[in-house]
């Protein structure tokens, strides 16, 4: 069984284990376009997530990937296994919302089939390694992605936690 986590906007004691959009959208800074996960199916914290995306004709990118062969780019499907793994790790943070995920590695990415308009990518992502030091959080993670049985890609992911005004002008106004 896995283990229930929570959502911004409830108590400890009010837990879920499965997330929508919705509960995707109080835990994730990224919005459309660029928000690549649609539910969470599983969740273990601090070991596990399953997530999926579905993936439609009308996403951005095929227009100019590939006219006349819609290929989902695979830097977007690591993003997908990325964001998976930021919900895991975000959902461990009380103060996430002033905090946002960054990549400080991407590592042995392999794209073995095209994902293309129609299919459910279905993320899974498992923690190797996780460090919460004051003021800093960060974890390494391997991810695969599926559609119905076949891997389509899989990467291992880097990630840290930093505070969201860092680099958004938080020096504007100061005299050197």
């Known amino acids: 069984m896995t283990e229930s986590i929570p959502v911004t906007g409830t108590s ?17 800074p990224h919005r459309y376009p660029l928000l690549l996960i649609d539910r969470v199916l599983e969740l273990k914290r601090k070991e596990r997530i399953v997530a999926i995306k579905n993936v439609t004709i009308n996403e951005p990118f095929f227009n100019g990937h590939f006219p006349g062969l819609p290929i989902m780019p695979g830097v977007l499907i690591v993003e997908a296994i990325a964001q998976a793994g930021g919900a895991l790790l975000l959902t461990e943070v009380e103060d996430r919302s002033d905090k946002i995920m960054v990549f400080t590695g991407i590592d042995r990415a392999k794209f073995r089939r095209p994902v293309s308009p129609g299919d459910q990518l279905r993320l899974e992502v498992e923690v190797k390694g996780w460090r919460s030091v004051p003021g800093m959080t960060a974890a390494k993670m391997h991810g695969c992605a599926y559609v119905g049985d076949k891997r389509v890609a899989e990467a291992g992911v880097s990630c840290q936690l930093i505070d969201s005004s860092r680099g958004r002008g938080s020096n504007e106004g100061e005299s050197e």
């Open 12 to 28: 400890p004691e009010e837990t879920k284990s499965v997330l929508d959009i919705h509960d995707i959208l109080k835990i994730l």
